[in-house]
């Protein structure tokens, strides 16, 4: 699989101008919201060097971002800590990208989404793509937006619960994180239904008894 135009150029082909690539990222964090974007890239300014955020670095992406947000249509879109926990996970991200979706500044003619399931309730047609943001340069501009947007909100939430090192991992399970986490204990930030955050809270509410 690579990277090209040819799932947008044919939508483009049948009339519908407005396609938006839909991708989420953190759905493997113990803590934090779970974040998706949605762009419509403008065809006659398309950045160079578009690609799956994870193969990108921290500076490409961040250079990257302002040019998406000048020549394209960006939306976000989150599910927070408690709705992660009351949904589940996938629930919580095709609620995330449904919310992308709707932020956009426009309605699109089609969506391009990352993942082979799709959320409810669009308001146009949709098409899964298993490994989009390697193939299409729409969805490869969403991961890269709600990469970077995720990645603020972690370093903004690290200031206000220090010690848990989400400046740099982003609430990924790192050595560190976890460390933290059996030191420090679980914040309002922490997913209270994923396994590692749910047995620290076990562990004490049982060696309290």
């Known amino acids: 699989m690579t990277l090209n135009l040819d799932l947008e150029e044919s939508l483009w082909a049948r009339g519908l101008s407005r396609v938006a690539g839909v991708d989420e990222v953190g759905r493997g964090p113990l803590a934090g919201p779970v974040v998706a974007a949605a762009v419509v890239l403008n065809r006659d300014a398309i950045p160079e060097g578009l690609n799956d955020s994870?193969?990108?670095?921290?500076?490409?992406?961040?250079?990257?971002?302002?040019?998406?947000?000048?020549?394209?249509?960006?939306?976000?879109?989150?599910?927070?800590?408690?709705?992660?926990?009351?949904?589940?996970?996938?629930?919580?991200?095709?609620?995330?990208?449904?919310?992308?979706?709707?932020?956009?500044?426009?309605?699109?003619?089609?969506?391009?989404?990352?993942?082979?399931?799709?959320?409810?309730?669009?308001?146009?047609?949709?098409?899964?793509?298993?490994?989009?943001?390697?193939?299409?340069?729409?969805?490869?501009?969403?991961?890269?937006?709600?990469?970077?947007?995720?990645?603020?909100v972690m370093k903004k939430a690290a200031t206000q619960f220090p010690g848990y090192g989400w400046e740099t991992n982003a609430g990924y399970p790192t050595k560190c994180h976890k460390s933290a986490l059996r030191d420090l204990g679980v914040t309002p930030l922490h997913r209270r239904s994923f396994a590692p955050v749910r047995d620290i809270l076990w562990q004490a509410k049982n060696s309290s008894v």
């Open 54 to 152: 994870k193969k990108l670095s921290a500076k490409r992406r961040d250079f990257l971002v302002p040019l998406l947000r000048q020549s394209a249509l960006v939306g976000i879109g989150q599910a927070s800590v408690e709705e992660i926990d009351e949904l589940n996970i996938l629930q919580a991200s095709l609620l995330a990208m449904r919310r992308a979706v709707a932020d956009l500044p426009v309605v699109p003619d089609h969506l391009l989404i990352d993942g082979n399931r799709l959320p409810t309730e669009l308001p146009c047609p949709a098409t899964p793509i298993v490994g989009g943001d390697g193939r299409s340069p729409s969805i490869a501009a969403a991961s890269i937006v709600a990469k970077n947007w995720r990645d603020d």
